[in-house]
């Protein structure tokens, strides 16, 4: 298991430097690195000084880089497609389609490149993975997925088990499987891969809400646009679920007198010259140490309250729905449902304020 | 219809204040103009010095604007998802799930903005729309939606039809579809629906092809990296079909006199002082003007060539293959499998060499 860094902000702020100088602080500790990047060409290069491709490479001591390529992703988990293909499908349909000429098509990158972090992770090679991803709304609804996706499967994994619909094909459906599959469907075949999915999504969900297994920094300048975007992808990020661990005030002399941030610990970064990297390395915060940050939820059985930490909105940007059987938080662009914990489960809302960042809901 | 303007380069380069002040050159030339912003939070308000919602609003003479909200833009699309169910499934199955509980996965963002995008076009209130979206690869894959569904769907459409699968389960499914629908399978109930899906993105394909419909226009800074980002990103949007306009050196005091553009008009905007918009509009280039540009593919029937213009990457950097029924071109992380003309359909390829910035291929 590694701990795995990123940072948010606005586009030219310094993100992918900062990302960069903190696998070379990490790898000069003595850490295992990976620097894993989204797709920029060849600029990248430019910044690193040596050529970084789709194939892990090592370009110092501790430090291996790698630049996500989408396609070539694809073309790697096609191949386990086709496998399961062959495995459960009498006669295989998509065996001809070869995995170079596959489309990526919008949101199968961040897919695969989160799948990608995720087998780095597991491969107990790295202490740290840095990912230099784009950094915004787009980053973190890579990082919701696991949790999105669990939702989606109990939201209408249930309704369409219980429906009527299904309930009356279930008689024509027993030869028809049993004519399309090689495998029976009542028996433990599909409980492996099933179960194998939900481990999946869950594992993404216990290191989402660890922040010694991921945790973000927040990256801006001291413009007020980059300001006013770096706080609204903190409170974006606990939508998701998303630990931030500080904010880096880059290309900045004095420690900015912000309270935009509190009760986040700022680090200040000089202006520094293209490849000199040590004071940059050195300005920045130590990423091994345990940070103490505001949990982005919290349950309170015996009071029946629950407790959102959602910095950068007021209450009139929040929006609070129980239209369905969870209840729905909406706050910029980001949606939360929240599966209530047994003792709150099934009841209504009586109220809910907004208190020092927090948002209180009570049942 | 309308003239769809975007801007193409790295973050923090200016798109956001160039695609402003286009915005604004435009509507004090008369045009009719909306400009459309991917969600950033309320960071636009500072740059725009208005509010900027969900809602489109007139925000000064002929120019109206709309910050994209994927979770509202999905909430009006899922009634449209529930009228279908509701005509053609006999008992519906997600009549109760709430479209403001839905949660935004990666990708859907990007299919709602341009299905937006689509119908700002085609409710001809606008001369121009201007959108300022990420401005990088994601909208690259999203302005090449139309081409890549229809990709798949030529592709996996066929080889699912004519498969033994479904020629197995046919009779089985006759039965099984007269249960579920409401409409007969093999009545024109379907007709009208698939070629409306059909027309979609074959008109898609159609803006997308023209310039005088959709146009990108790069942004940079005289920094080397982002010079870098967006020489890469013209190449890549000329491998989605996106037209590429010209190029505007933001904060730049000289012409620069890099070749990396050549034949694009570079545009030189001076620094200026926040706020100050006259300067920045004068020196835009006169959107409205036809251009003439490269065109991304030319198809040679009678010298049996194809010509692909790829600007930025060199023969070692493009991968062709020809496994399936189509030629598929790799260059960066973008693909494209090129249906060949009555001609040099079914040929195979001979040879591939780079010329001046084009691959030529023979057949």
């Given at each position: 298991m590694s701990l795995i860094l990123t940072f948010l902000g606005k586009g030219g702020s310094g993100r992918t430097t900062i990302a960069i100088a903190a696998a070379k602080k990490l790898a000069s500790q003595g850490k295992r690195v990976l620097l894993a990047v989204q797709d920029t060409g060849f600029a990248l290069d430019l910044l690193i000084e040596t050529s970084v491709t789709h194939e892990v490479q090592q370009i110092a001591p501790n430090l291996d880089a790698v630049q996500f390529?989408?396609?070539?992703?694809?073309?790697?988990?096609?191949?386990?497609?086709?496998?399961?293909?062959?495995?459960?499908?009498?006669?295989?349909?998509?065996?001809?389609?070869?995995?170079?000429?596959?489309?990526?098509?919008?949101?199968?990158?961040?897919?695969?490149?989160?799948?990608?972090?995720?087998?780095?992770?597991?491969?107990?090679?790295?202490?740290?993975?840095?990912?230099?991803?784009?950094?915004?709304?787009?980053?973190?609804?890579?990082?919701?997925?696991?949790?999105?996706?669990?939702?989606?499967?109990?939201?209408?994994?249930?309704?369409?088990?219980?429906?009527?619909?299904?309930?009356?094909?279930?008689?024509?459906?027993?030869?028809?499987?049993?004519t399309v599959l090689n495998v029976s469907w009542t028996g433990d075949n599909f409980a492996a891969p099933t179960s194998q999915a939900t481990n999946i999504l869950e594992q993404g969900k216990a290191a989402l809400a660890d922040p010694k297994r991921?945790?973000?920094?927040?990256?801006?300048?001291?413009?007020?646009?980059?300001?006013?975007?770096?706080?609204?992808?903190?409170?974006?990020?606990?939508?998701v679920g998303l630990n931030v661990g500080g904010v880096i005030f880059n290309q900045t002399a004095d420690t900015p007198t912000t309270e935009e941030f509190d009760p986040l610990t700022i680090s200040t970064i000089p202006t520094t010259p293209l490849s000199s990297w040590q004071p940059l390395i050195d300005a920045l915060p130590d990423f091994m140490q345990t940070v103490d940050v505001p949990k982005p939820i919290e349950f309170d059985v015996v009071n029946r309250q629950v407790k959102l930490f959602l910095p950068g909105f007021d209450k009139k940007q929040v929006k609070l729905t129980q239209s369905g059987p969870e209840v729905t938080i909406e706050a910029g662009d980001q949606r939360r449902n929240i599966l209530l914990p047994p003792g709150l489960s099934g009841r209504t809302v009586s109220g809910a304020k907004f208190q020092q960042g927090y948002l209180i809901i009570s049942f």
């Amino acid at each position: 298991m590694s701990l795995i860094l990123t940072f948010l902000g606005k586009g030219g702020s310094g993100r992918t430097t900062i990302a960069i100088a903190a696998a070379k602080k990490l790898a000069s500790q003595g850490k295992r690195v990976l620097l894993a990047v989204q797709d920029t060409g060849f600029a990248l290069d430019l910044l690193i000084e040596t050529s970084v491709t789709h194939e892990v490479q090592q370009i110092a001591p501790n430090l291996d880089a790698v630049q996500f390529k989408a396609s070539v992703l694809l073309e790697r988990n096609w191949d386990e497609v086709k496998k399961l293909e062959a495995q459960y499908l009498r006669t295989p349909v998509i065996k001809d389609v070869y995995g170079q000429e596959l489309v990526v098509l919008p949101g199968m990158d961040k897919a695969l490149e989160l799948n990608a972090l995720r087998e780095f992770d597991a491969s107990g090679k790295y202490d740290a993975i840095i990912y230099d991803g784009s950094g915004d709304t787009t980053t973190l609804r890579m990082l919701g997925m696991p949790e999105s996706l669990s939702w989606y499967s109990r939201r209408f994994g249930k309704l369409i088990t219980e429906s009527d619909l299904v309930k009356t094909v279930s008689p024509f459906l027993q030869p028809l499987i049993a004519t399309v599959l090689n495998v029976s469907w009542t028996g433990d075949n599909f409980a492996a891969p099933t179960s194998q999915a939900t481990n999946i999504l869950e594992q993404g969900k216990a290191a989402l809400a660890d922040p010694k297994r991921l945790i973000a920094y927040l990256v801006t300048t001291d413009n007020p646009i980059a300001i006013a975007t770096a706080t609204y992808l903190w409170g974006s990020a606990q939508q998701v679920g998303l630990n931030v661990g500080g904010v880096i005030f880059n290309q900045t002399a004095d420690t900015p007198t912000t309270e935009e941030f509190d009760p986040l610990t700022i680090s200040t970064i000089p202006t520094t010259p293209l490849s000199s990297w040590q004071p940059l390395i050195d300005a920045l915060p130590d990423f091994m140490q345990t940070v103490d940050v505001p949990k982005p939820i919290e349950f309170d059985v015996v009071n029946r309250q629950v407790k959102l930490f959602l910095p950068g909105f007021d209450k009139k940007q929040v929006k609070l729905t129980q239209s369905g059987p969870e209840v729905t938080i909406e706050a910029g662009d980001q949606r939360r449902n929240i599966l209530l914990p047994p003792g709150l489960s099934g009841r209504t809302v009586s109220g809910a304020k907004f208190q020092q960042g927090y948002l209180i809901i009570s049942f």
